[in-house]
């Protein structure tokens, strides 16, 4: 099956610098795949989203970038706020639309004022 | 719009008793997923309904979780009886049928914790 690993697991910034997680796959099948934040005491909300048939999307300071080669897609917050501060959590999803997400670990994000 | 809703939001339970989540999805949503995430470790998948059928229930740990979804609305995950390996937060998510919209939305999750 397929197997998300997400890197790192805490990161601490300062507000207004950069921040970003990098996850890796194993299913070349995957072609979806969705990045969810996961504010304190709140559910996971999905902030960006990107397929396999693109290799970078952007929404206002959020990015996703992704290598199919290399199997790995990375998210990139620029301009950090306190209220990035949370949980992200990265997936990957196989071939059909309705199949289930594998999850990475989650990167706990704390900006720093 | 109403979200996705799951019940209770915490539970306390003794090794041995038995514990009957509650998930709500949005209405309309034919996929009903359920996931759960022990402490520290990555969100992992359960089993996922299409309407009142399952579709994939190879991620649930063993024959003591029973899933229900009675009339393809609500859907009920009861852990009898509840081992302390349980402990987790028990996530729902939804997503409409069909290839227009992948997304899948989440419940806040049920917090369970087996002492």
């Known amino acids: 099956g397929e197997n998300v690993e997400q890197h790192p697991s805490t990161l601490s910034v300062q507000e207004g610098d950069s921040a970003v997680i990098k996850c890796t796959y194993s299913d070349s099948a995957s072609n979806y795949f969705p990045w969810y934040k996961q504010e304190l005491g709140k559910r996971p909300q999905l902030i960006i989203d990107i397929r396999s048939n693109v290799g970078e999307k952007k929404d206002q300071r959020i990015a996703v970038t992704l290598n199919k080669t290399a199997k790995h897609f990375s998210l990139h917050i620029t301009e950090t706020q306190p209220e990035d501060s949370a949980v992200y959590f990265c997936?990957?999803?196989?071939?059909?639309?309705?199949?289930?997400?594998?999850f990475g670990r989650g990167t706990q994000l704390t900006v720093w004022p | 719009e109403a979200g996705v809703t799951q019940f209770p939001s915490h539970s306390v339970i003794e090794k041995g008793q038995t514990v009957t989540l509650r998930c709500d999805p949005i209405s309309g949503h034919d996929n009903l997923y359920w996931y759960r995430r022990v402490m520290g470790k990555e969100i992992k998948f359960l089993l996922h309904f299409v309407k009142e059928s399952k579709q994939d229930e190879s991620g649930m740990p063993n024959n003591r979780f029973l899933a229900e979804r009675t009339g393809g609305t609500y859907s009920t995950l009861k852990v009898q009886p509840a081992e302390l390996e349980d402990s987790g937060v028990y996530f729902c998510?939804?997503?409409?049928?069909?290839?227009?919209?992948?997304?899948?939305?989440f419940g806040q999750g049920t917090r369970l914790t087996v002492v």
């Open positions: 997936a990957a999803r196989r071939g059909s639309t309705l199949g289930r997400l594998y």
């Open positions: 998510a939804s997503s409409q049928g069909g290839r227009r919209n992948t997304e899948a939305f």
